[in-house]
Structures are given as structure tokens and as C-alpha cells.
């Protein structure tokens, strides 16, 4: 029963976002101006969190490492952490969950680990709540250091509520779209190194708007929000009003020595969830009520463009241009990147697209007519959002010129010596919306085959795809 129903927890979580955080995307999507690249990002937002809902398949592919907070009588603890672990499993081999976790000694993808803290309650009453955060909100989650300088005035920040304001929006000046903009933050102020960023994860269980008790942190809260949406990074980073949804501000003593500000970055697709069961493992109540707005995705002035494609027609795109890209793309990664400098790709990649994307794929088993009945495995993409463009940046120059590929295609976008390859051998690079993993998995027709599936696991394996209307913005032009 235990299993049964924290394996049920896993699944909602993972394809069905919370009413509060649909609302908040609803309301951005709202403010922003009509045709605006921000207007579109956050209409994609919602028609992928629409298909996610129906298809019961992941808002995004990229659950992190998924994250329990078990409140329960210690005396189950082991039996709790058991279930965890097998719904853990059982949620990856279906595809509910991306096999996310690796050696970082081998480089080996071992499955799925999943993070579990245990809070002692004396209630015979057993709370678990999830939390799915991926892997590009956590890496500009950032903590640092008071007093700092900024780059916004007055520079310098000090060790006073300003200062961490300063600080705050530093941290979301440098993450940019790379994060996967509106994002929801939680900040705390003090503590130690541990303890700081402890709580600022924790704290994005809470729903958005949940009013803070401490009233000079509640106005820290809205003075960050509105300084934080002025920077108009936007959702994806394509500009816009909406940067942030939401901002939680907490505190924890501190050591007179040290004055710590930690801040955990939850993408727009903050996919939370808690079940509360009784001590045989049967719900007594869950957190399960979503809202969707349902509407078609209507988009205009959209350019169509058709792979293999020339040096000369990519250099015809513009910057800000909405284009549907159709044809083959191959995904790949930090370990496609690497191993195509140092040694020759099976396939080629000349005149096509890259897709800097980590997929959830399954294999399912086809039956067709021809002289007989005979049953084939084919590959599927259930989930399949870019990844953040810039942590490939120190390959891809030498990529672009050894592959001849023409486009680039993921998030955030990447650096001075990346725009320079791109301009120097006829590439563009295209930015797809972030999380956004169910709506383009609907865009891949086909699944052609995969290479180094086995050497370097799901996500990093360069998958061959055939994408029809696959929906993106063009960045850096040639």
C-alpha cells in the first residue's frame, strides 16, 4: 500500500502542476503585450502543462534528484524510506522519471537516487511531500556572501535587508533565462552554509502567495518581486514582464562572523505535491486539485524552416524571428559534444539541427502485416525540453565547425565564442522554450535510432529524430 501510494504521488507530481503555480502562468501570460516573445513562451507554457495533464506524461523532463520530506513516528522510517525507493525505481522504469542519477567518478547513469529527510512527528499520521527540481534551476541557485558588490545601485551591498535585496537580484541578473524563467525563488537569510540552503529548497513546498508572518520580510518579499521583474528577462529568457512568480524570504540566526544569503531557483514548472497516509499506507488526504486552462495555441507569423538546411539560408534568419523547424534533428549533450572533437560521430550531422536536450524515451512494441504478423520495438519521446545551451559552450565552437551543423536548438542562450563559430560558419542558434518537455516531445514524429545509449545512458545518448513543427526563437544570428 505504502509503495502504491507514494508511486501515486510521484505520478501526479510529475504531470500535473499545482492550481496556484497554473494560476500565477495564467495571470503572467495576462500582463504581457499581444504578440510578444514573451507572450508566446508563456502560452507554450500552458498548452505543455494542458498535454502533460491529459497524457499523463512529465511536465518536464528533468525531475533532479526527487526530493521526499517525510514528517512520521520514527519507528517506520526504514519501512517509508524502502517505499521510496521502489516507487523511485518503479517511476523510472516507466518513464514517469528520467534515470537522472550518475557517477561522478565513472560517468556511469545509475537510475534514480532519490533525497529523503525525516521530521519526527508523534502523530500516527505519516505526511510525505515530493518536490521535482531539475537540474537548470538548481544550478543558478546560488548562496553568497554579504557584504558583496553588485552591479546595481547603490553597488555595494551591505549586511541589512537592502543588501540582501541587492544580492537577490544579482543572482537572478546572472541566472537569466538559463534557470527557466518565470521562476519561483526562496530566499533565507543567515544561517550556515548547510542550514541556509536546507531551508530555501524546503521552503518551495509552500504555495504561491502563502502569506509570510514576519512583516518586514513579507515587504522584503514584494520589493524583490518587483525589482526582480524590471529586469525583463522574461519567461525563457526572450524578455517580458514576467521573471519572477513568486519569492519567499525566511531567516535562520547566523554567526556574527558570517551573513549568508541562500537562494533555491524553482523553474515556472515548480512541481510539488504531499499525500498524507495512515499507518497501513492508505490516503487519508493529498493535494491532487489542479486547474489547466484549456485553449488552443493559436500563433501567427511563424516561418517555416526545412532541414538539411543551407549556410546561406540560415544567414536569412533574423534575431527574434518565431520559426517551426521540420526534419531531422540529433540530440546531444556534454558527452556528444566531447566525444565529436576528440573522434568521428556515426552519423552525420552536416546541413541539420542539434537539439541540446536530455529525453525521457520509451521503447513499446509494434505489431504490423507484411507476409505474416511480426512485433518490432520502436523508441518513443514521452518528455523532451531543452537543456541550458551554455554548459556546452567550451565544445561547441570546435563542434560547429567539425559537424557543419546549422542549427543549434536550447535554452538560455550561450557565450561571445559561440556567437563567433556561429557567424563564421553559417549557424544559428534557436531558443526553445524551458521545461516545456511534453509540448515538443509532441513536435518528434519519429524516433530513428540512438547511439552510445548504453556508454552514456538515457540522457546523454545522441538520439535521431524526425521533428515536424517544432516551435522555437532565433538567438544569435550569422
Same mark, same amino acid.
Given at each position: 500500500?505504502?509503495?502504491?501510494?507514494?508511486?501515486?504521488?510521484?505520478?501526479?507530481?510529475?504531470?500535473?502542476?499545482?492550481?496556484?503555480?497554473?494560476?500565477?502562468?495564467?495571470?503572467?501570460?495576462?500582463?504581457?503585450?499581444?504578440?510578444?516573445?514573451?507572450?508566446?513562451?508563456?502560452?507554450?507554457?500552458?498548452?505543455?502543462?494542458?498535454?502533460?495533464?491529459?497524457?499523463?506524461?512529465?511536465?518536464?523532463?528533468?525531475?533532479?534528484?526527487?526530493?521526499?520530506?517525510?514528517?512520521?513516528?520514527?519507528?517506520?522510517?526504514?519501512?517509508?524510506?524502502?517505499?521510496? +525507493?521502489?516507487?523511485?525505481?518503479?517511476?523510472?522504469?516507466?518513464?514517469?522519471?528520467?534515470?537522472?542519477?550518475?557517477?561522478?567518478?565513472?560517468?556511469?547513469?545509475?537510475?534514480?537516487?532519490?533525497?529523503?529527510?525525516?521530521?519526527?512527528?508523534?502523530?500516527?499520521?505519516?505526511?510525505?511531500?515530493?518536490?521535482?527540481?531539475?537540474?537548470?534551476?538548481?544550478?543558478?541557485?546560488?548562496?553568497?556572501?554579504?557584504?558583496?558588490?553588485?552591479?546595481?545601485?547603490?553597488?555595494?551591498?551591505?549586511?541589512?535587508?537592502?543588501?540582501?535585496?541587492?544580492?537577490?537580484?544579482?543572482?537572478?541578473?546572472?541566472?537569466?533565462?538559463? &534557470?527557466?524563467?518565470?521562476?519561483?525563488?526562496?530566499?533565507?537569510?543567515?544561517?550556515?552554509?548547510?542550514?541556509?540552503?536546507?531551508?530555501?529548497?524546503?521552503?518551495? !513546498?509552500?504555495?504561491? $502567495?502563502?502569506?509570510?508572518?514576519?512583516?518586514?520580510?513579507?515587504?522584503?518579499?514584494?520589493?524583490?518581486?518587483?525589482?526582480?521583474?524590471?529586469?525583463?528577462?522574461?519567461?525563457?529568457?526572450? &524578455? &517580458? +514582464?514576467?521573471?519572477? !512568480?513568486?519569492?519567499?524570504?525566511?531567516?535562520?540566526?547566523? +554567526?556574527?562572523?558570517?551573513?549568508?544569503?541562500?537562494?533555491?531557483?524553482?523553474?515556472?514548472?515548480?512541481?510539488?505535491?504531499?499525500?498524507?497516509?495512515?499507518?497501513?499506507?492508505?490516503?487519508?488526504?493529498?493535494? =491532487?486539485?489542479?486547474?489547466?486552462?484549456?485553449?488552443?495555441?493559436?500563433?501567427?507569423?511563424?516561418?517555416?524552416?526545412?532541414?538539411?538546411?543551407?549556410?546561406?539560408?540560415?544567414?536569412?534568419?533574423?534575431?527574434?524571428?518565431?520559426?517551426?523547424?521540420?526534419?531531422?534533428? =540529433?540530440?546531444?549533450?556534454?558527452?556528444?559534444?566531447?566525444?565529436?572533437?576528440?573522434?568521428?560521430?556515426?552519423?552525420?550531422?552536416?546541413?541539420?539541427?542539434?537539439? +541540446?536536450?536530455?529525453?525521457?524515451?520509451?521503447?513499446?512494441?509494434?505489431?504490423?502485416?507484411?507476409?505474416?504478423?511480426?512485433?518490432?520495438?520502436?523508441?518513443?519521446?514521452?518528455?523532451?525540453?531543452?537543456?541550458?545551451?551554455?554548459?556546452?559552450?567550451?565544445?561547441?565552437?570546435?563542434?560547429?565547425?567539425?559537424?557543419?551543423?546549422?542549427?543549434?536548438?536550447?535554452?538560455?542562450?550561450?557565450?561571445?565564442?559561440?556567437?563567433?563559430?556561429?557567424?563564421?560558419?553559417?549557424?544559428?542558434?534557436?531558443?526553445?522554450?524551458?521545461?516545456?518537455?511534453?509540448?515538443?516531445?509532441?513536435?518528434?514524429?519519429?524516433?530513428? $535510432?540512438?547511439?552510445?545509449?548504453?556508454?552514456?545512458?538515457?540522457?546523454?545518448?545522441?538520439?535521431?529524430?524526425?521533428?515536424?513543427?517544432?516551435?522555437?526563437?532565433?538567438?544569435?544570428?550569422?
Amino acid at each position: 500500500m505504502f509503495e502504491k501510494n507514494i508511486l501515486e504521488l510521484i505520478r501526479e507530481v510529475s504531470t500535473n502542476l499545482p492550481g496556484d503555480v497554473v494560476e500565477a502562468l495564467i495571470q503572467a501570460r495576462n500582463l504581457e503585450f499581444k504578440s510578444s516573445r514573451g507572450k508566446l513562451s508563456l502560452e507554450v507554457i500552458l498548452k505543455n502543462i494542458e498535454l502533460a495533464k491529459n497524457q499523463k506524461t512529465p511536465i518536464c523532463q528533468d525531475p533532479g534528484f526527487p526530493t521526499c520530506c517525510v514528517k512520521s513516528d520514527p519507528s517506520i522510517w526504514k519501512k517509508i524510506e524502502k517505499a521510496i +525507493h521502489f516507487a523511485v525505481r518503479k517511476a523510472t522504469k516507466e518513464g514517469t522519471l528520467r534515470p537522472n542519477a550518475v557517477d561522478s567518478v565513472t560517468d556511469e547513469n545509475v537510475g534514480n537516487i532519490p533525497k529523503i529527510e525525516f521530521e519526527v512527528s508523534s502523530s500516527p499520521k505519516i505526511k510525505i511531500a515530493l518536490l521535482l527540481k531539475g537540474g537548470g534551476s538548481e544550478n543558478v541557485s546560488a548562496q553568497l556572501s554579504l557584504p558583496m558588490q553588485t552591479d546595481f545601485g547603490p553597488a555595494y551591498a551591505g549586511r541589512n535587508l537592502e543588501g540582501v535585496k541587492l544580492a537577490v537580484i544579482q543572482i537572478l541578473k546572472n541566472a537569466g533565462g538559463k &534557470g527557466c524563467p518565470p521562476g519561483i525563488i526562496s530566499v533565507v537569510i543567515g544561517g550556515d552554509r548547510v542550514s541556509g540552503f536546507a531551508l530555501a529548497k524546503k521552503n518551495l !513546498l509552500k504555495k504561491i $502567495g502563502e502569506e509570510n508572518p514576519n512583516l518586514k520580510l513579507k515587504k522584503l518579499e514584494a520589493e524583490i518581486l518587483t525589482a526582480a521583474n524590471k529586469l525583463k528577462i522574461g519567461a525563457g529568457g526572450l &524578455g &517580458g +514582464h514576467a521573471t519572477l !512568480l513568486d519569492c519567499k524570504v525566511d531567516s535562520l540566526h547566523r +554567526h556574527p562572523a558570517s551573513f549568508f544569503v541562500s537562494l533555491a531557483y524553482s523553474c515556472w514548472a515548480c512541481r510539488r505535491g504531499e499525500v498524507v497516509l495512515d499507518s497501513r499506507g492508505k490516503i487519508i488526504s493529498d493535494d =491532487f486539485s489542479k486547474k489547466v486552462l484549456r485553449e488552443d495555441l493559436r500563433l501567427k507569423e511563424i516561418k517555416k524552416i526545412r532541414l538539411p538546411i543551407s549556410a546561406a539560408e540560415v544567414r536569412k534568419l533574423k534575431a527574434g524571428e518565431v520559426v517551426s523547424v521540420s526534419g531531422k534533428l =540529433f540530440t546531444a549533450r556534454d558527452r556528444v559534444h566531447e566525444f565529436a572533437i576528440k573522434k568521428k560521430l556515426p552519423k552525420k550531422l552536416e546541413g541539420l539541427g542539434v537539439f +541540446h536536450c536530455g529525453p525521457i524515451a520509451l521503447q513499446t512494441e509494434t505489431t504490423r502485416q507484411a507476409r505474416g504478423k511480426f512485433s518490432k520495438k520502436i523508441w518513443q519521446f514521452i518528455a523532451a525540453g531543452p537543456t541550458t545551451s551554455a554548459r556546452l559552450g567550451s565544445f561547441t565552437p570546435k563542434f560547429i565547425e567539425k559537424t557543419g551543423v546549422r542549427l543549434l536548438i536550447g535554452k538560455g542562450g550561450m557565450g561571445e565564442s559561440t556567437a563567433c563559430a556561429l557567424r563564421k560558419f553559417g549557424c544559428v542558434y534557436l531558443h526553445a522554450i524551458g521545461g516545456a518537455a511534453a509540448f515538443y516531445a509532441n513536435s518528434v514524429k519519429k524516433v530513428h $535510432g540512438v547511439d552510445f545509449l548504453e556508454e552514456f545512458g538515457m540522457p546523454e545518448a545522441m538520439w535521431e529524430i524526425e521533428v515536424e513543427d517544432f516551435l522555437a526563437v532565433v538567438g544569435e544570428v550569422t
